[in-house]
């Protein structure tokens, strides 16, 4: 069985950009979380989608947001970019929401805003 | 209080010996518990989960829980250089806030 797949692997954006990632989930699992992690703050809890609904959202801006698909793939966007939101950001599939299942996390997107 | 506490290391360990890595958590009500395991530039991987009171072994892995003392732990035995890598503690309080991860703990296996 495939596992979590996402893209891009790299970007580089520069501040006052936006940007989309996308995660594809492992097959049958419907619930897709997205996390940030950097080396001062750690890995911190952005949002996780189940049937294409917002469950909750992490402490971050309302330039974070999210959606997930019919068929449980996610993307997720940053507005107006900032030096700060260059971080590895990885996302975590798993059969339902995330309290009861576990997450098996993706290779991660690696953004530099510069 | 940080939510989820680990000794960030380095932990050095030789090779053969057993790694004991410790985890506290601050909220009574987390339900579910969780092991990952991070090489350098690399995603974490999911080694032990853990719900209920006590132990759980799979391999050289042995995931403790104790709800009462708000502690779990993870330990590997006949420890590989191949272990070395940071080991993240991650828990979930219930409901829909996702994981709350540690900082870490950086594990070294001294061959």
């Known amino acids: 069985k495939a596992g979590v797949t996402q893209t891009p692997r790299y970007l580089i954006k520069t501040r006052g950009q936006q940007v989309t990632l996308s995660c594809s989930p492992i097959?049958?699992?419907?619930?897709v979380s997205w996390y940030q992690q950097t080396p001062g703050q750690g890995l911190q809890f952005l949002f996780e989608y189940f049937s294409e609904t917002q469950r909750n959202k992490g402490n971050f801006p309302g330039r974070f947001s999210g959606r997930q698909f019919s068929n449980s793939r996610s993307e997720m966007n940053v507005s107006t970019l900032e030096l700060g939101d260059s971080a590895l950001y990885l996302c975590?599939?798993?059969?339902?929401?995330?309290?009861?299942?576990?997450?098996?996390f993706g290779p991660g997107t690696r953004l530099t805003v510069t | 209080q940080k939510e989820v506490e680990q000794n960030s290391g380095p932990l050095s360990v030789p090779e053969g010996a057993i790694a004991s890595l410790n985890c506290t958590y601050s909220?009574?009500?987390?339900?579910?518990f969780f092991w990952y395991r991070q090489y350098s530039g690399k995603s974490p991987e999911l080694i032990m989960f853990?719900?209920?009171?006590g132990d759980k072994e799979d391999g050289r892995f042995t995931a403790q829980l104790n709800k009462a003392s708000q502690y779990v732990s993870l330990l590997i035995r006949d420890s590989q250089p191949s272990d070395s890598a940071t080991y993240l503690c991650a828990v979930n309080k219930g409901g829909a806030d996702g994981l709350t991860f540690g900082k870490g703990t950086h594990l070294i296996i001294q061959p």
């Open positions: 097959s049958g699992h419907r619930s």
């Open positions: 975590a599939s798993s059969l339902a929401p995330s309290g009861a299942y576990e997450q098996y």
């Open positions: 909220d009574r009500g987390s339900q579910s």
């Open positions: 853990i719900y209920s009171n």
